[in-house]
């Protein structure tokens, strides 16, 4: 494993200080209510399912190979429909809003890293193209030279061709770029299971800091152990067809 800063010694100031505080709070709540999910010719991987999401949560989803906790979390922002009940943003259905709106708010980091032809720096600025997003203004290049010094990419330069990097660099890549947007909440989905232990405990922390002092909310499916340090985290247990809220944990520096 590459070798990097403690997570102690990182001046997370004025990186935290480029992302925006979630605007209007939008949505305040998102509700699974009585879900289901099956694929044709396949049996239901769930059914029954209620989850209540208050921005600002951090919620980690486990469970078994097979569950369906990565077809669980693409219902949030609508990547997947439900087959039975409804999922609801602030009572409303998402089947029946704006899914460009519903995916800015809810933005997603998938387990297998996209990244598009061109600059490492092209690919942190590229959601700020679209027009949802051109309200704000892209963060200066010192500022994303900050960002890939704090996830161990120090040896990255912002006009490498990042098609080239590794998975791991990959995937450090979009979880920035997802964040600098200034979602509303994050949907993880396995988010470090391509990091070494020293990256993965970079990128912990800082969704840790982002969920505490930015209020951006959490929902990360792992296979790997998480002790959180400051956060206020809830456990959810996917498994044959139930999802079960264990004990919510604290941060031993909380």
Do not use: Y
């Not at 994303?144 to 704090?150: K, N, T, V, Y």
């Not at 470090?192 to 922390?205: G, H």
């Amino acid at each position: 494993a590459r070798g990097g800063p403690k997570v102690t010694t990182i001046d997370w100031t004025p990186l935290l200080a480029h992302l925006d505080r979630p605007s209007a709070l939008w949505p305040k709540k998102i509700e699974l209510d009585d879900v289901g999910l099956q694929f044709e010719g396949k049996p239901p991987l769930f059914a029954g399912l209620n989850l209540t999401i208050d921005s600002g949560d951090f919620i980690l989803i486990q469970g078994p190979s097979g569950s369906g906790k990565s077809s669980l979390l693409r219902l949030l922002n609508r990547l997947q429909d439900p087959t039975t009940g409804d999922v609801l943003v602030d009572g409303a259905s998402t089947a029946e809003g704006d899914i460009t709106r519903l995916r800015r708010a809810l933005a997603w980091v998938q387990q297998t890293p996209v990244v598009i032809d061109g600059s490492v720096a092209d690919n942190l600025t590229w959601a700020f193209g679209f027009d949802i997003a051109k309200r704000k203004s892209p963060p200066d290049r010192e500022t994303l030279r900050g960002w890939l010094d704090a996830v161990l990419m120090e040896d990255v330069a912002l006009d490498d061709d990042a098609s080239v990097l590794s998975v791991g660099q990959q995937q450090r890549l979009s979880i920035v770029r997802a964040l600098l947007t200034g979602p509303t909440l994050l949907l993880c989905d396995e988010p470090t299971s391509a990091l070494d232990d020293a990256s993965r405990e970079i990128v912990q922390d800082w969704l840790e800091r982002v969920n505490i002092e930015k209020g951006i909310g959490v929902v990360m499916v792992t296979h790997l152990p998480f002790t959180p340090r400051r956060a206020r985290v809830r456990r959810l247990l996917l498994e044959a067809g139930s999802l079960i809220e264990q004990q919510s944990e604290r941060g031993a520096e909380a």
